[in-house]
């Protein structure tokens, strides 16, 4: 598979709740290798879009598309068994659990639910290692501030040695410098040939991250394109006026 | 005919439906699920008996006393002083509270009103006022029934629309701080929704009885609250409208059941009473899946896990205690160790279902009764006195549990963990009413026998191979034996890869599924397990009972063992160690003793009695005040005793204190019973005793500061550099952990906020 290969696509993607279309046919893709953004103002339809990908929210129209298949019908976990992972805006870490075990927890789940042999505890350390988060190892996770508490989720997500990791605002609560440290992970799980899509607020590790962003305004797709192409965009601009767009 | 029935159908759906309409009505608003609300009926029916029958207080003012003072007022209590203090358990701890205020109810009538003496509640305006429509007769009682379920109807309709107060109960569940927020105050809502439940609860209770017959029972009006719920799972505990639909449905099919089924079906009656549990399996495999949504809360509980190594070396003190301790007491106290031991047993099955994998089974006592069964009819062997149990009938009987296990489970386990809480409670009920009033034989599988021969079954103890227990002091230290490795095995399953995943489950059940857990799967595989080890228990249990009636597998004793588990602290092997103790042996033990004590002063008898049923109500206080104990006794305990490490010789002590008295009680120089209180008085008030006498090396330095009134920047000038203290820097600090070092560690709340920033931990 070759870097810029789309692993996962939606085409004409419609949500209603009640009489409000949340999302309105919008087609938006994420290729391997790359980080993609999906950006938008406040009620855009971001996480919505984000939860038919997931599948915890089913579409009323339109169609997903992961790594060649048509998964629009299929349940969150066979999603996740067939390469997708995901963080939470909320956290949702294991809270009895340390740092270390809700990590090496996915590896166990992994081992148990589908056909492949991982070596679980050198995986751990390895994915540990990876995101620097060996030090606090053995800490109790409810410990453990938002800002790494973000980094464990990711983590956790790439036990599973997903092709897919969908990131839903990783930057909230971190400081400037986790933020910094954090672009860094993602860019180089890219190089190693991950498909990264975040929805994020932040838009300066937007612009510098991702290679790829899609727009949402009012359920609608606005934009795609490079991050200069975006922040040239009159539609973009137009819709984010009284925020500030900053490279 | 068929209006006739149709009428008594309707009538009876009306009062399902106006039970029903109360506990959706403070589910909705307060999030907790009333296991009580049946009790709640039937203490408003026998006080409206003890009113109107017994003291001849004119019916409208005992109608008037029960529904305008009693209900509301029992409602407004329950809330003020209990229900309210549960904002932040878990689910398991909301239940298991109401579960204890139905066993305090239960015991409360027992004890007023004796299960022995028949008493009869009357029609309203008596069985022969009537009303002849068309030939179809329609007392005045029921249409009382009916234009009293109409009339709640349209007004909680009117409520809920209409009405600001409605529209505010609505939104007390789903989001309290929004409604602080706009000026409303939650707990007021609450508050009232629980005194109009319990109203509602205590209404339909006084008039369900005539309908079916006119015998006030307690334990009938108890379980009111399965087909209550039954009812409102038709609206998924949500939607008023559609849980009177359901109340009719299940009235007009209990009813039809028996007026049309052939006259020689004789368990026809049996069904009709198991109807509403059956037809709840049957809404349950029709309910859509519940969306998944993130909910990662802390809640109170917490719970430490042991290693294997630990709990292994625990087992060992257990069984070497059994055979020490056995050696004081008499061989006639033997049995009923034996049975508290197997209680445990069955008790080990919520650690593992209830404190690692957040699911509750409110019915292991009737898994036990369903692998006692199997193993009667297919592991006796031999004749009069020689006759055993054997193995094979051992092995099938917990296999029996297991797969009853996966049956019961399977309809719930897609939807959340109170559906399959209720599931299991059905299942207890359906037990009960059908399975062991099995009592003549009938033709099964082209064999004729009864599955629960004359009501009293026998079941002779285990033998296999060089290993009877027809021994009693065999059979008690086998029962230690087989408690201590099952608590291991737990505990090493908690520490693997499978325990983890059940951890995960439980603490956030979307995270999990994303990772590509498939939760049914786990669920169900956990639940086999589970009634498996209840199976197991419940055998053995039925072994150290000998003859065995159906009243030993009562739902009562099932729900009173699941709540002194949580007492005891159920994500322990030890909460379950002491909830089966306690509810195995611990009753018998205390009724017992005041009973002799009875019959040994005559003059005193009342006295005594008051007492032992007045322990019999604490209990149930006691499983109330899980509210502000939620993660149990044990781990009180365990808390206390984690902060002695820094003094083993404080331990050592209570160690040797303990061997002296326990060579006083084997010299007979002090009596057992003051050996037992004095050895527990000792444990448990250790902590404090260390504290007191060691507390330099016991107390974090700004604690020990703070006692002697020293600021915390002199510790090291005015006062000694404890070895705690650095460690203690480091982490204020938020500098790297060092190597772990003998000293002891400091209780969470006197750790300084880090520096890193807010914890993301939602309280």
Redesign the interface.
Known sequence: MSASDILLETHEVVVRFGGNTAVDRVGIDVRTGTVTGLIGPNGAGKTTLFNCITGMQRPDAGRIVFAGEDITRLAPGSRARMGMARTFQRLELFLSLSVRDNIRVAGDIVRANTGRRIDVEAETDRVLELTGLTDIAHRDVSDVPTGRARVVEVARALMTQPRLLLLDEPASGQTEQETERFAELLRGLADDGLAVCLVEHDLPLVMGLCSRIHVLDHGALIASGTPAEIQESPAVIEAYIGTEVVA | MFLTFTVLGLVLGAVYAIAASGLVLTYNTSGIFNFAHGAQAMIGAFTFYQLQVVWGVPTLLAVAIVLGILGPLMGYLLHRFIMGGLRDTAEVTKIVVTVAILLGFVSLSHWVWSPQDARMVRMFFGADSYVSIGGVVIRYHEIICLVAAAGIAIGLRLLFTKSRMGVVMRGAVDDPDLLRLNGHDPERVAAIAWAMGSTLAVLAGILITPVGGGALEANALTLLVIDAFAAALFGRLRSIPRTFVGAVVLGMASTYLVAYAPSNWTWVTNLRDALPMILLFVVLLVLPQD??R?A?V?TRE??EVPTVRRAAIWGVVLVVATVAFRQLIDDSSVGTLILGLTFAIIALSLTLLTGYAGELNLAPISFGAIATLVAFHTGITGQGLDARMSLTGLVLGVLAAAITGALVALPALRLRGLYLALATLAFGGIVSSMVLRETQPRSWFGHEFALFPQGTIIVWPLKVGPLDLGDQDVFLYTTATIFAVLGVGVIALRNS??G??L??M???P??????????VRLKLSVFMISTAIAGLGGILMSMALSSVTSDHFVYTLSLSLVMLTVVGGIGYVSGALFGGLIAGAGFSLIVGTFNELGSAHPEHASTFSIISHLILVAVALVGVGVAHNPSGNMSSIFAGHRFLAGAPEVRYAAIGVTVVLYGLAYAGVIGTWTFGILVAVLWMALPALGLWLRAERLLPPEALAARRGVPLELVGVDVPYPDGFGGQLDRTLGL??RARRATPTIPAQAQAP?E???????V
């Open positions: 969306r998944l993130g990662a802390r917490r719970y890869g499978y983890r995943r951890a995960a439980k603490d956030s979307a995270a999990a599924v994303m990772l590509g857990q498939r939760l790297p952990a880090s890193e920033g807010e914890s993301h931990v939602r």
